[in-house]
């Protein structure tokens, strides 16, 4: 975690971004820091023996992971780690090559005209796709709404295969942090620090809608 950059979220880092929702991540070298929550269990087994171990038993290839560039709304959606489940706040380390392949493997969960000449071309595209992106809006480490919006990234099948023993280099515990400063949380409190992710304009509109 030392290589992690933290100071007071940007207020104006997403204000100009097309329909208000900017691909902005904490970007560490050649590495991208994503987020995620876990029960107890799962965290334990991926902090002893890596993600994509043979000896990490409670990781499930079966189900669907989530993903999210944004600590602040990760912390948000899980009261700060107090919800059933999700008690354990982790910071997911990928390389750079791993994430981009996860953007090419994205599609847009929303039924926008910009992307989706039809509603089946919708129902098909989402019904295979191996990462889904869903957008929710940012706030500050205090709850408070900012006025963009920020990315979660939904994994399953062959996207999740790759996920677990490709893309993904490393990951940490960030759970100590979250809950030392969970009861003393204020909006300029600092937190990794995030900047705009390039992208063609292809694939912001592919991601975004927008």
Do not use: K
Request: with cysteine; net charge neutral.
């Amino acid at each position: 975690m030392s290589a992690v950059v933290w100071a007071p979220q940007d207020r104006t880092a997403g204000l100009e971004a097309p329909g208000g929702r900017p691909l902005l991540g904490c970007t560490i070298g050649e590495e991208v820091l994503g987020f995620q929550a876990h029960g107890e269990e799962v965290a334990d087994d991926l902090l002893a023996h890596g993600m994509g171990s043979p000896h990490c038993r409670a990781w499930r290839l079966d189900l669907t992971t989530r993903l999210r560039l944004s600590l602040p709304a990760l912390l948000a959606r899980t009261d700060w780690g107090r919800l059933a489940g999700r008690e354990r706040i982790l910071g997911v380390r990928m390389s750079r090559a791993g994430f981009d392949a996860m953007l090419r493997s994205s599609v847009l969960a929303e039924n926008v005209p910009s992307v989706y000449a039809s509603a089946a071309a919708f129902r098909l595209a989402t019904r295979y796709a191996g990462v889904l992106v869903t957008w929710h809006g940012e706030v500050d480490p205090n709850g408070d709404p900012l006025p963009w919006q920020t990315p979660r990234f939904s994994l399953r099948d062959q996207a999740l295969h790759a996920f677990t023993h490709d893309w993904v280099i490393g990951v940490m515990d960030l759970t100590p942090w979250v809950r030392q400063h969970r009861d003393h949380r204020s909006s300029g409190m600092p937190v990794p620090v995030c900047g705009p992710i390039p992208v063609s304009d292809a694939d912001r509109l592919r991601l975004t809608g927008a």
